[in-house]
């Protein structure tokens, strides 16, 4: 089982300096791979995010939000092809880091929408993803959605409707993504969804309620590693954190990091790290009892 960081921990430019940089500290911190996010996948330095992951022996994994411009559930159908442009770029991108998972809010864009999605915006973005699907199974990539709470998306806030979605779209390499933020505010708990989806779980996002320090809010990950185990998931774990301390001005806005939670990121990782492998270890041991 793969831990994993997000790179926005570490760094909001992912210029060649950039992607170096936050795979030496994703590594020093005690993770096995790395997330960077691919908000623009046309301009990644995926040359020297290559040769960062190979210096420091690391994993990579990408995910994104989409933006209006790329918003696959528009009525507009240029935007729903520039959309899926940039999914298939990023796919691309992720094959050719050795990657296996492209994740995040690819099937809409990551906003606040004032209305709730169209019948026929849900097509759009159905259609696309199975095309994205599609592509990414012909260079060996997993597609995982990420289910996430009604403020940055109008499509899926919870497992079951994203059960739902993909019983219609049906991909084989298409599957769930959750997150312990997310479920902690649209969820009834931390247990049922990880058993609802069980084997369409195909990535997990570790966060906090505020987003800081985990173990310092009021997600109850205890709760939510025995799902894991009780499934036998065996997908990546990546932690997720964002704080004002770090900016990637696309991002950090629509996710509304307005705090700063923390400063120094490497005692955050290194503490991160660490709380997620000791969850893990100690679940383990329920095998015994
Ligand atoms: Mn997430």
Sequence with gaps: MDIGCHALVWTGQFDSRGVRVAAEKTKTA??????????????????????????????????????????????????????????????????????????????????????????????????????????????????????????????????????MYLAEVDRPNLGVHLDTYHMNIEESDMFSPVLDAATSLQYVHVGESHRGYLGTGSVDFDVFFKALHRISYRGPITFESFSSAVVAPDLSRMLGIWRTLWTDNDDLGAHASAYIRDKIKAIDTIRLH
Excluded: W
């Design 30 to 163: 005690g993770f096995d791979l790395i997330e960077y996010p691919l908000m623009d996948p046309f301009t990644f330095d995926t040359v020297a995010a290559r040769s960062a992951l190979a210096e420091y022996d690391l994993k990579a994994s990408a995910s994104l939000g989409l933006s209006e411009a790329t918003d696959v559930t528009s009525s507009d159908p240029a935007v729903v092809e520039a959309g899926e442009a940039l999914l298939i770029r990023a796919v691309d991108v992720v094959a050719d880091l050795g990657g296996k998972h492209l994740c995040g809010v690819i099937y809409s864009a990551m906003r606040k929408y004032m209305e709730p999605v169209s019948a026929r915006g849900l097509e759009n973005s159905k259609r696309t993803i199975g095309r994205v699907a599609d592509h990414a199974a012909d260079r060996g990539v997993n597609i995982a959605l990420e289910v996430v709470n009604r403020y940055e998306t109008n499509v899926l806030n919870t497992a079951r409707q994203a059960i």
